[in-house]
């Protein structure tokens, strides 16, 4: 009878002691609203900021009129940024050109001489003359030394064009869509984008983007810019998931057409940092005109922190240290365990309940 008199009291007793112990927990289990704060900026921290763009997400490098863009009513090639763009502007304005028009002008004196001296009026009877020697052999030799003299430096810039990348290059792939443009980084962890051409104000509803001025011209703008460093050399690789395109920037002398189930690679350094725009430069269905390039060219230092704040790496990084460095400088015991501390040693020898009686391992060479 006293026993059962017992369990209610034992009941209540044992509830008390639960919610004692529930409240007790609670507490340690709350994130205060300091901790949260302090979370979240250590998340963002870890984070880099894009350094191409601003606080509000606008682009830092706006399109420069005259420079990686055509020209209303320009006659000359754009201002290359890259050695084979430099060479290869430097052969059209200062031999081909040249060339071209001294040939000019040298049939049009011809035949102006041809129209004037042998007309019918100066020479009622028509010479009978059939060969000449001297001429013959001038118009054949001449033509063969202009062409020589033409493909020496023509050979030299298209093997310029196409010499193969080093080791140190940064690779971009390029991927060809109807009608967009799609980005790899393989060497950097795998980066990946889609880029759309920028449509114009009246053509998107409220609220979504539409192209400025500081974005670049119409028909060249777009939502994601390629980035790439200044001064180092760049491996291109061009492919397509259905039709041929072609990735082509005027400013970088580059056009490398993108085919479906093969990869073509050329490679290029660019010398200034940057806006440049580009087109897909082969015919490629109803909205060809439609796929624009858009590259901005950064420091080295600005294109490592932006493929961080893209969640990639720089290459070399995270690899492992090379043999025979360690990250400690105690030095380690046989088989790679560190020896016991002496203080860890003393607490055990005195029987303290806090050290351990299991050695520290340390990294094996």
């Given amino acids: 009878m006293q026993l059962f008199r017992l369990k209610p009291v034992l009941l209540a007793v044992a509830l008390s002691i639960m919610g004692v112990g529930a409240a007790a927990a609670q507490p340690a289990t709350q994130t205060t609203p300091a901790a949260s704060a302090a979370a979240t900026t250590t998340a963002t921290a870890a984070t880099p900021a894009d350094p191409t763009l601003t606080a509000d997400g606008q682009e830092i490098i706006h399109a420069t009129p005259g420079i990686g863009q055509p020209t209303a009513r320009a006659v000359d090639l754009q201002p290359q940024v890259t050695p084979t763009g430099i060479e290869a502007h430097g052969f059209n304005n200062n031999i081909l050109l040249p060339l071209a028009i001294g040939i000019s002008v040298l049939v049009f004196v011809l035949l102006a001489v041809a129209i004037f001296r042998f007309r019918a009026g100066r020479n009622p009877v028509p010479s009978k003359t059939s060969h000449n020697t001297v001429l013959e052999v001038a118009w054949t030799v001449i033509p063969v030394l202009i062409l020589v003299f033409i493909a020496i430096p023509s ?44 449509k114009e104000k009246d053509e998107v509803q409220p609220g979504q983007r539409y192209r400025t001025d500081a974005d670049g011209p119409r028909l060249l703008a777009v939502d994601n810019r390629v980035v790439l460093p200044v001064g180092v050399p760049i491996r291109l690789l061009t492919t397509s998931t259905d039709v041929i395109h072609s990735w082509a920037v005027p400013a970088f002398w580059i056009k490398l057409d993108a085919i479906p189930g093969r990869l073509n690679e050329t490679s290029f350094t660019i010398e200034k940092p940057g806006l440049y725009f580009g087109q897909c430069s082969e015919l490629c269905g109803a909205r060809h005109g439609f796929m624009p390039i858009a590259v ?70």
């Fill in 155 to 198: 050979i030299r810039l298209l093997a310029h064009q196409y010499r193969p990348a080093p080791d140190n290059a940064v690779t971009l792939k390029a991927i060809g869509n109807q009608w967009y443009w799609s980005y790899e980084y393989p060497d950097n962890g795998d980066i990946q984008f889609t880029s759309n051409i920028l």
């Fill in 296 to 365: 901005e060219a950064v420091p080295p230092a600005e294109f490592a922190q932006w493929v961080h704040a893209k969640g990639g790496k720089m290459p070399g990084e995270n690899a492992p240290p090379p043999p025979g460095e360690n990250d400690t400088d105690t030095p380690l015991g046989h088989d790679g365990v560190l020896p016991p501390a002496k203080d860890m040693t003393q607490g055990i020898a005195n029987g303290n309940a806090d050290a351990t009686d299991q050695p520290a391992v340390g990294a094996i060479d």
